[in-house]
């Protein structure tokens, strides 16, 4: 099975991280919460959620996963000014493994310059700074293009596990 890396900080959207990390464990992957600090205890901006970093970024490297989850909410402006947050990106990326990222999610994949000639979607009032960044940006419930898989808001939650569910497959099958 797979190894999944959650990326999060406080004041995530609470369903953007239950919904798939629920769905990443039930189909029987492994997932890790990383975050800027280990045993950290995170909270989501509704308080229906409530998760404790498994590891700190300093801990972890890209290679040691096979998928990279960013959920929305505030999280993603937590995590966006980390040097060690955008170089694991970077390196998922560089590694072909799927990049998740709903809602504000995406927010990281533009201070990691990785948007440039990709199409994506995100939470619809972030649009101007996804095209800024480069970025073809669709207004659907899942954009894939390659190996990132993107989002709008917690609506479309079905359709993103769906297709990270399937890239997991995939990574399972090669």
Excluded: W
Aim: contains cysteine; negative net charge.
């Amino acid at each position: 099975m797979s190894k999944v890396a959650f990326l999060l900080a406080a004041q995530f959207e609470d369903s953007e991280m239950k919904v798939p990390y629920d769905a990443v464990k039930g189909a029987g992957h492994e997932a890790d919460i990383i975050g800027l600090k280990k045993g950290e205890t995170l909270k989501g901006k509704k308080g229906e959620a409530s998760y404790t970093t498994d590891k700190a970024i300093t801990e972890v490297k890209a290679a040691d996963y096979d998928a990279v989850v960013i959920p929305g909410g505030s999280s993603p402006e937590g995590l966006r000014s980390s040097a060690d947050i955008l170089k694991f990106v970077k390196e998922a990326d560089s590694g072909g493994k799927p990049v998740a990222a709903i809602c504000h999610g995406p927010q990281i994949l533009i201070s990691a310059g990785l948007l440039k000639g990709r199409t994506i979607t995100s939470y619809p009032p972030l649009k101007d700074d996804m095209v800024n960044a480069g970025a073809n940006f669709k207004d659907e419930e899942v954009v894939v293009d390659g190996n990132y898989i993107t989002s709008r808001t917690p609506k479309d939650e079905p359709a993103f596990v769906r297709e990270l569910l399937q890239a997991l497959q995939v990574k399972v099958n090669q």
